[in-house]
C-alpha cells in the first residue's frame, strides 16, 4: 500500500486534490481511498487530507499516521508546530513542499531528514488559473507523478471527473488540464514501492478511569478569554503591515477588525497582534489612507 | 390546605407527585401539559400563585423547550421540578440528552403513556425506556405513596455532590396518576432535614463565576473522557441510592432497596415487573401460593443505573423467571429482558429457564388467567420468542372494530 | 422611558470609533472564518454589553466560537442545541431571578442572558420558542447573526436564503434558474408583530449605529432583538478583504434596511440617500454569479430590484 498525506488550509483545495489522487488510482485499476479531516476550523485554519493507494483491499481507515508520501501545499504550515505537518515522518518518506525556495534550503531551515522535493506550483496555478493558492489540480498532479504507477491519462480522465462535479467553465477545466500537465512534467517519478507494514501489532495501554467530581466531567471552562492561546496568526498567507507615517490615527482599521487584532496604542496608532492576525486584510482594504500594505507570508525566511 | 403532621390523604399519583415538589422545597417548575400529566402541573400552578411555594412557575412553549430551561435553570442555581409524559419525552428527547449532559443536579416526573402511532392514552413504558441511554437516572413507582418518596428521595440523588444529574421518576398514567389511594404526607420540618433546601455544590451562572459550559469538545479520546465519566457518575449511584435508601427509611419509616423481593424466598417461578402493574403481579402471587404453587415477584424500582448484581443475586436459585415487558422494542421484543440476561448470565445459580412476556402495552390488562399461561410456558423450555399477552377476547373485539372499519376478506389493497 | 432618560441617552451616544469601548470583550484565537461578518458584529455588541453576560448559543457557526478548552469570553457561554438557546435563556433569567428574590443573591451577582444563533435556528427551528420567550416578555437580548443559510453545516438554504441566492440545497438549474426562489422571511416583521420593547436591525459596518441600539437595549428590559447581517465570504463567496464593502452595499442598495422599532414605530437610523441597483451588491458574490453567467437573468435581478423598491415605497416621504 502506499500512503498519502496532503497538508494545506481550508479554501485551498486539498480535500479536492485527495479526491483526484483517489480517482485516478482507481482508473488505473488500483484500490484506492480518500478522506479529509475536518477539524472545528472554518477556512483559513490548517486541514489535511488522505489517500490510500494499494493492489489489494484497503483494510485501513482514518488518518495516515506515517505517510510513504507528504505533500505539503502550504509552506507557512512548516513553521506551525501546532499543524505537526511532518509528524510521523522517517527519513525514507518522501516530502513534497509548494516553495520557491530550493530543495537544499528547505531541508535545512526545516530540519527535514531528507531532500524534499520541491515546485512552485503556486506559481503554476497563477498561469493557469490565475489562483495561486487553489492547489487541487497541481498538488494532485505532483502526488500522482512522484508515486508512479499511474499515467498521465488517468490524472487528467480523474480531474476531468471531479473538477466536473464544481461549477467550472470549459475553459476553466481545460486550463486546469493544462497545468496538470505542466506540473506532472516538472517533478520526477520515484516509483514508489507498495510497502508492507508487518511489524505487529503490541497491545494499547489502557487505563482505568478514575471518577472525578461532576465539574471535573462536563466541559466547563473557567479560563476565561483563554482562546488567545490559540495562534492563528499561522493561518495567515499574507499580512497587513501599517506604514505609520502614512496613518492618520483614524481608528477604522481598529473599528473594522472582525478578530479585534487591532489596538490603538498611546499615541493613538494602531498596532496589529500578528500572533492572532487571520490575514483577512479587511484592514488593509478599509484603510482610508491606504496605510497598509500587503505582504505575501511565503518568503518570510528569506 | 394546612399541612399537619404525616397526615394520609386519598391522593392520586399525580397529586402525590405535585406533593413531593412542594415538600421538596422546589424553586422552580417550566412546564408544558399533556394527558395524563395535566394534573401535576395545573396543581403545581395554583400552589405558586396561591403563594404555597415560593419561586416561579413558567409555562412553556412546548417540551424540548421546557427541558431546556430546567436544565438551564438548574445550571444557574435553582432547585428544578418538571414533568411531562409520552409524545412529550420524545418531543424533549434533544434537550433531555443535552441537559444530561450538562451534569446538573433536576427531578422530573414521567407519567408513562404509550406512543403513537397508534396514538392512544393509556400506559405503556416505550416512553421512558427511550430515555434509557441518555444518562438520566430513573426510578419507578407502584403506587402513590412510592411517587411522593421517591420524588424526595431523587432530589437527594440528584444533588448529591458526587452525581449531579437528572433523575426521573416514572409512574403509570391512569392507573396512578388518576388512581387516588392513602398517601402519608410526611411532615414538612422532616423532610428539611432529610433535604435541606438547595445549595449548589458545584459552580452556578452568576456575574462572579463566569465560565464556558457545554462547549463543544473535539477529538474522539476527549470526547470519551466525558462520556466514561457520566457513567462512573452514575454507577456510584448504586452506592448513593442505599445510604439516601437507608436514610429515608430510619426517618420516615418506609425503606426501598433498588428491587423489592416478594415472596422470592422459596419462590420456584418468579415474575419479573415494574411499575402499577407489579401490583397484579403480586395479587397472582397471592393467588398462586393458595394453590400451592410457589410463586414470587422480583419489582424493578432503580432501573438506571440498573442494579445488575442486586438482581442476579435475587434471581439466584430461581429456577423459572418471566420476565414481563410492558413495553416493545420491534423487530427485538421486550427492552428490559435482555437487561435481565446480563444480569444472571455470569451467575452459577442462575435461573433455568429465562421467559420474555410482553404484556400490558398501550395499557393492556394483565389478569391473572395471562400470569397462568405465563407459568405453563416456564414450564415448557420457554425458548427465544417472547411471549405476547394478547388472547382471544383481544382478538375477537378487535376483529369487531376492523369490521367497521370497512375490512372485509374482500378488501382491496389496490 | 422618560424625557430625563432619553436625554442622558443622547449625551453619552457613540459618535465615532474612538468612542467605542476600547477593551476587547471577545479574545482571538477562534476557529470561526477569516473576515467573518458576523463576529465583527457581536464583537462591536459585545464591547457595549460587557462581561456580565451569560451567553446562550444555537448550534451554528459560532458554537465555535468556544472549543474544549478554550473561551474567547469574559462573561459566560452556554453551548445549548439548535432550537434550545432561547429556552435555555428562559431557565437562567428565571434562576437567577428566583434567586435574587427568594435566596438573597446580590445583585451584583445578576447577568444580562443573551442568545446568540444563526439564522437557520432563528427564522426556522427556534422561531416558535422564540416567538413564545418575546410573548411571555423574556427579559433577555437575541442577537441573530444572519449569514443567509446553514452556514455550519456547508451552506444550505434557510428561510433567510434570499430570492436568487445558490446554496448547497437550493442549486440554480435549468428548470430552477434562481437558485433559492423565495424571497427570505420577513424576520424583522414577525419579530415586529410580537410587539417586543426593542427591535434593530444592525451592520457590521456601522459600528456607531450598532453600538448606539446595544446601548439602548442594554439598559432596557424585555425581549431586546437584533438581526445582524453578517457578510460570510465562506458561503456567500467573497474574498474575506471585502466583509464591510459588501455589508455596505447591502445598505446602500436598499436590500437591507437598517432600523429600529420602539414604542410601535419603525424607525430606519441610516437611509441609503440614493439606493444604488442592487447588482452592485449581487455581482460581487458567487451566490448570485448564476445571475449574470453564462447569461443575464434580467427577469430575477428585476424581481430582486422590485422587492426593494416596493420595500422603500412604504416610507417614501
Ligand atoms: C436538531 C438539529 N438539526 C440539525 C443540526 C445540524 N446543524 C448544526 S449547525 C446547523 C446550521 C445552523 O445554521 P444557522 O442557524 O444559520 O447558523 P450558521 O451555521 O449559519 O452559523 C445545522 C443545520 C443540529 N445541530 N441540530
Ligand atoms: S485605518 Fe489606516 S489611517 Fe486609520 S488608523 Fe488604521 S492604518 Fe491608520
Ligand atoms: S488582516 Fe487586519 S483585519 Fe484581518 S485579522 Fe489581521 S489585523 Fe484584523
Ligand atoms: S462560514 Fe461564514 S458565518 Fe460561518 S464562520 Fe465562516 S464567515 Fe462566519
Ligand atoms: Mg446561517
Known amino acids: 500500500m502506499l500512503r498519502i498525506r496532503l497538508h494545506g488550509r481550508g479554501g485551498q483545495g486539498i480535500k479536492t486534490a485527495s479526491q483526484i489522487l483517489g480517482t485516478a488510482a482507481h482508473l488505473a485499476g488500483f484500490q484506492a481511498q480518500d478522506f479529509p479531516l475536518y477539524g472545528a476550523e472554518r477556512r483559513g485554519a490548517p486541514i489535511t487530507a488522505y489517500a490510500r493507494v494499494s493492489k489489494n483491499i484497503v483494510l485501513e481507515r482514518g488518518a495516515i499516521a506515517q505517510p510513504d508520501i507528504l505533500l505539503i501545499g502550504d509552506e507557512t504550515l512548516l513553521s506551525d508546530p501546532l499543524a505537526s505537518v511532518t509528524e510521523g515522518t522517517e527519513s525514507s518518506t518522501l516530502i513534497f513542499i509548494n516553495s520557491r525556495h530550493p530543495s537544499p534550503d528547505l531541508k535545512k531551515h526545516y530540519q527535514l531528514e531528507s531532500l524534499p522535493v520541491q515546485l512552485d506550483i503556486s506559481g503554476l496555478c497563477q498561469k493557469y488559473i490565475q489562483k495561486p493558492m487553489i492547489l487541487s489540480t497541481a498538488l494532485a498532479a505532483v502526488g500522482v507523478r512522484l508515486m508512479g504507477h499511474i499515467g498521465l491519462h488517468h490524472l487528467l480522465k480523474a480531474i476531468r471527473d471531479e473538477l466536473g462535479q464544481e461549477r467550472l467553465s470549459a475553459d476553466q477545466l481545460a486550463n486546469n488540464l493544462k497545468l496538470a500537465e505542466e506540473a506532472f512534467q516538472k517533478v520526477p517519478s520515484f516509483d514508489l514501492e507498495f510497502r508492507k507494514f508487518d511489524d505487529g501489532f503490541s497491545a494499547s495501554h489502557l487505563v482505568v478511569l478514575e471518577r472525578r467530581p461532576p465539574v471535573d466531567s462536563v466541559p466547563v471552562i473557567f479560563a476565561t478569554g483563554n482562546m488567545a492561546l490559540r495562534k492563528t496568526g499561522n493561518w495567515r498567507t499574507h499580512r497587513p503591515v501599517i506604514h505609520y507615517e502614512e496613518c492618520n490615527g483614524c481608528a477604522i482599521c481598529y473599528a473594522r477588525c472582525p478578530e479585534g487584532d487591532i489596538r490603538m496604542d498611546a499615541n493613538e496608532k494602531p498596532v496589529i497582534d500578528y500572533d492572532h492576525c487571520k490575514g483577512c486584510l479587511i484592514c488593509a482594504t478599509e484603510c482610508p489612507k491606504h496605510a497598509i500594505e500587503i505582504i505575501r507570508e511565503v518568503a518570510s525566511w528569506n | 390546605m394546612e399541612l399537619t403532621k404525616n397526615k394520609q390523604m386519598m391522593l392520586t399519583g399525580n397529586k402525590a407527585a405535585a406533593w413531593g415538589a412542594r415538600l421538596a422545597g422546589v424553586d422552580y417548575v417550566p412546564a408544558f401539559p399533556i394527558t395524563p400529566q395535566t394534573e401535576i402541573v395545573e396543581t403545581l400552578s395554583q400552589w405558586f400563585a396561591d403563594g404555597h411555594m415560593n419561586g416561579k412557575f413558567t409555562n412553556m412553549d412546548s417540551e424540548h423547550s421546557m427541558f431546556m430551561a430546567a436544565g438551564a435553570a438548574a445550571a444557574t442555581g435553582v432547585r428544578v421540578f418538571t414533568a411531562s409524559s409520552s409524545q412529550g419525552i420524545l418531543y424533549g428527547l434533544e434537550a433531555l440528552q443535552t441537559i444530561a449532559g450538562w451534569r446538573v443536579p433536576l427531578v422530573l416526573v414521567n407519567v408513562s403513556r404509550a406512543l403513537a402511532t397508534p396514538i392512544t392514552l393509556e400506559p405503556d413504558h416505550n416512553d421512558v425506556l427511550s430515555l434509557r441511554d441518555t444518562g438520566i437516572l430513573q426510578l419507578h413507582a407502584e403506587t402513590c405513596q412510592e411517587v411522593l418518596d421517591y420524588i424526595l428521595m431523587a432530589y437527594r440523588i440528584a444533588e448529591d455532590p458526587e452525581v449531579c444529574l437528572p433523575v426521573l421518576v416514572n409512574l403509570d398514567g391512569f392507573y396512578l396518576s388518576f388512581t387516588r389511594e392513602p398517601v402519608i404526607l410526611p411532615d414538612e420540618a422532616e423532610v428539611r432535614k432529610f433535604l435541606p433546601l438547595f445549595k449548589p455544590s458545584q459552580p452556578v451562572f452568576q456575574a462572579s463565576q463566569p465560565m464556558a459550559r457545554a462547549s463543544a469538545v473535539f477529538g474522539g479520546g476527549n470526547y470519551s473522557y466525558f462520556k466514561i465519566q457520566h457513567h462512573l457518575a452514575a454507577q456510584n449511584v448504586l452506592t448513593i441510592y442505599k445510604k439516601v435508601a437507608q436514610e429515608f427509611g430510619e426517618r420516615f419509616g418506609r425503606f426501598y432497596d433498588a428491587v423489592e423481593r416478594y415472596r422470592l424466598d422459596d419462590a420456584e417461578y418468579v415474575f419479573v415487573m415494574s411499575n402499577s402493574f407489579a401490583t397484579k403481579g403480586k395479587a397472582a402471587v397471592q393467588h398462586l401460593r393458595k394453590n400451592g404453587i410457589k410463586a414470587g415477584l422480583l419489582k424493578l424500582s432503580l432501573l438506571r443505573p440498573f442494579p445488575s448484581e442486586i438482581i442476579g443475586e435475587a434471581l439466584d436459585h430461581r429456577s423459572k423467571v418471566a420476565v414481563i415487558d410492558q413495553n416493545l422494542a420491534p423487530g427485538m421484543g421486550g427492552i428490559i429482558y435482555p437487561e435481565i440476561l446480563k444480569a444472571v448470565y455470569r451467575r452459577e445459580d442462575r435461573p433455568e429457564h429465562l421467559l420474555s412476556v410482553i404484556g400490558g402495552l398501550g395499557g393492556r390488562d394483565i389478569q391473572e388467567g395471562d400470569f397462568i399461561s405465563i407459568l405453563q410456558r416456564l414450564d415448557q423450555d420457554p425458548g427465544d420468542d417472547p411471549l405476547f399477552l394478547f388472547d382471544e377476547k383481544d382478538l375477537k373485539q378487535f376483529d369487531q372494530l376492523r369490521q367497521i372499519a370497512g375490512f372485509s376478506r374482500e378488501a382491496r389493497v389496490s | ?317
Not at chain 3, 473561551?71 to 432561547?86: A, Q
Not at chain 3, 429556552?87 to 434562576?95: L, S
Open chain 3, 1 to 317: 422611558m422618560t424625557a430625563s432618560i432619553l436625554d442622558s441617552v443622547e449625551e453619552s451616544k457613540y459618535k465615532k470609533v474612538t468612542d467605542l469601548n476600547p477593551q476587547e470583550e471577545i479574545a482571538p484565537g477562534s476557529a470561526l472564518c477569516a473576515g467573518c461578518g458576523g463576529l465583527e458584529g457581536m464583537r462591536l455588541a459585545m464591547k457595549v454589553l460587557g462581561e456580565d453576560t451569560l451567553i446562550c448559543n444555537a448550534a451554528g457557526c459560532f458554537t465555535l466560537i468556544s472549543v474544549y478548552p478554550f473561551t474567547p469570553l469574559k462573561g459566560s457561554w452556554l453551548y445549548t442545541s439548535m432550537s434550545g438557546p432561547v429556552p435555555a435563556a428562559q431557565g437562567a433569567r428565571d434562576a437567577l431571578d428566583i434567586r435574587m428574590a427568594k435566596h438573597g443573591l446580590d445583585q451584583k451577582e445578576n447577568m444580562q442572558v443573551m442568545v446568540v444563533a444563526g439564522d437557520g435556528a432563528t427564522y426556522d427551528m427556534g422561531l416558535s420558542p422564540t416567538s413564545a420567550a418575546i410573548h411571555r416578555n423574556l427579559d433577555f437580548i437575541y442577537f441573530c447573526y444572519d449569514n443567509e443559510a446553514y452556514g455550519n453545516t456547508g451552506f444550505q438554504q434557510s428561510g433567510s436564503s434570499p430570492l436568487g441566492s445558490y446554496t448547497m440545497t437550493s442549486p440554480s438549474t435549468l428548470d430552477h434558474p434562481a437558485g433559492s426562489e423565495r424571497s427570505k422571511k420577513d424576520l424583522f416583521g414577525i419579530w415586529m408583530a410580537h410587539n417586543p420593547p426593542y427591535l434593530a436591525t444592525v451592520s457590521p459596518r456601522e459600528p456607531i449605529d450598532l453600538s448606539n441600539k446595544f446601548k439602548k437595549a442594554k439598559d432596557m428590559k424585555g425581549p431586546r432583538l437584533f438581526i445582524c447581517l453578517s457578510p460570510c465570504p465562506t458561503g456567500w463567496g467573497f474574498d474575506p478583504k471585502e466583509t464591510h464593502l459588501i455589508a455596505k452595499l447591502a445598505v446602500d442598495t436598499g436590500i437591507f434596511p437598517i432600523k429600529e422599532f420602539v414604542n410601535g414605530k419603525v424607525i430606519h437610523t441610516k437611509r441609503p440617500r440614493k439606493r444604488l441597483p442592487v447588482e452592485k451588491y449581487l455581482e460581487r458574490q458567487k451566490r448570485f454569479k448564476h445571475l449574470f453567467e453564462p447569461e443575464r437573468r434580467d427577469d430575477i435581478i428585476a424581481q430582486i430590484q422590485n422587492n426593494v423598491d416596493t420595500y422603500w415605497e412604504q416610507y417614501d416621504e
